[in-house]
């Protein structure tokens, strides 16, 4: 994984442009590892399959480089880059079976028939469809024919596969089954994987490690831990998960620690992660369920009254909206449990949150 194996996609100074004036994809600089599952996240427009296509082939370079294995792709046609692709329309043959479909890149590389038909059965059986070879893709289901999809990009035993919003098409829930179908596949067979969503909870769910797309750059790449629970700009703090945004100017600024004058009154500490310095501007990031209902004292110096605006039971916790500091769009998450706090709208409450969960961002 990240920082213990080779680099097998190196994105070096990359620019791109359609109209030679404006770049959809920024000076980028990012590398994937061996055996590594990195998704491209980001909302639409924000380059990341053009950068998919470029690494495909599928797109040309404005400028700069794109290494596979060492070897720059600059003048190498697609289907000699040794990448499988899995789409979002599957792509199927639909006069084929299965298994021809299977079969078509083996053939096209002009593979022995003993070695084709031993990689088919290798492939069906990884994606759970050896019983279904014999049947055209009309005669699947929606996540079957996904599967098949992804054993054809598979079956070669490519060096990457790239993977551009393949589960869309689907509905909720079979969405979501193919999520961990596809991490386990992936843990299975090792395969290094650059996936392209912007479905967060899908990129969550599935990666080693995100790059978060905006506007043709990368806003940052990480873990999805580290992207959810220390995020460097206001932009990935919301767009990553649920978040509180409260506006304000910082007044004083001591090592990694800040205070900020929040706009609608009071003042709170805050983890100085990306701010101009005092006088200025800056974003507070807080999580949801950092934010907690009548705090005790120890531990919660910040705290606000703060009046409930609306009540959401959605199981295993309460979404509870309030008004804090002007702003009637704050939310707290409360878990459910034996002590978890009665709430009535309209009521006022103590609302409180350790500073170290506070992140003082770009304005």
């Not at 829930?173 to 299975?188: A, F, W």
């Not at 995020?231 to 800040?258: D, Y």
Request: proline share 5%; glycine share 8%.
């Amino acid at each position: 994984m990240p920082g213990e194996s080779e680099a097998l996609v190196e994105f070096d100074n990359v620019d791109k442009t359609f109209d030679g004036e404006t770049l959809v994809v920024k000076n980028l600089n990012m590398e994937v590892g061996q055996g590594e599952f990195l998704t491209m996240l980001g909302p639409s427009g924000s380059g990341k399959t053009t950068t998919l296509l470029m690494l495909a082939g599928f797109e040309s370079i404005t400028h700069g480089d794109i290494l596979l294995g060492g070897r720059s792709l600059k003048n190498v046609p697609p289907y000699r880059r040794d990448i499988g692709m899995v789409f979002q329309n599957y792509a199927l043959f639909p006069h084929m079976t299965v298994e021809e479909n299977l079969a078509f890149p083996l053939e096209a590389r002009k593979m022995p028939r003993d070695q084709i038909k031993e990689k088919i059965d290798r492939a069906l059986a990884m994606v759970r469809l050896s019983e279904f070879s014999r049947r055209r893709p009309a005669q699947l289901s929606g996540g079957q024919q996904q599967r098949v999809a992804v054993a054809r990009a598979l079956v070669y035993e490519p060096a990457l596969v790239l993977m551009d919003e393949p589960l869309g098409a689907l509905d909720r829930q079979l969405r979501e089954n193919m999520q961990y179908e596809l991490k386990h596949i992936h843990e299975t067979v090792g395969v290094t994987v650059v996936y392209v969503t912007h479905d967060q909870g899908e990129a969550l769910t599935m990666s080693n490690r995100i790059a978060v797309f905006n506007e043709g750059e990368v806003q940052q790449i990480a873990t999805p831990q580290v992207l959810y629970e220390e995020p460097e700009n206001a932009f990935v703090a919301q767009f990553i998960g649920e978040n509180n945004r409260l506006m304000g100017t910082v007044r004083s600024l001591n090592g990694k620690e800040c205070q900020v004058e929040i706009d609608g009154g009071g003042e709170v500490a805050a983890l100085a992660v990306n701010v101009a310095g005092v006088g200025e501007r800056t974003t507070l990031s807080l999580r949801p369920e950092s934010v907690k209902i009548d705090p005790p004292a120890d531990g919660y110096p910040d705290r606000f009254d703060a009046r409930v605006e609306e009540l959401i039971y959605l199981g295993d916790h309460t979404r509870v909206r309030v008004n804090v500091c002007l702003h009637d769009d704050f939310i707290i998450k409360v878990p459910r449990s034996g002590d978890a706090p009665r709430l009535e709208v309209g009521e006022t409450h103590t609302v409180g949150w350790n500073p170290a969960d506070c992140r003082a961002l770009d304005a």
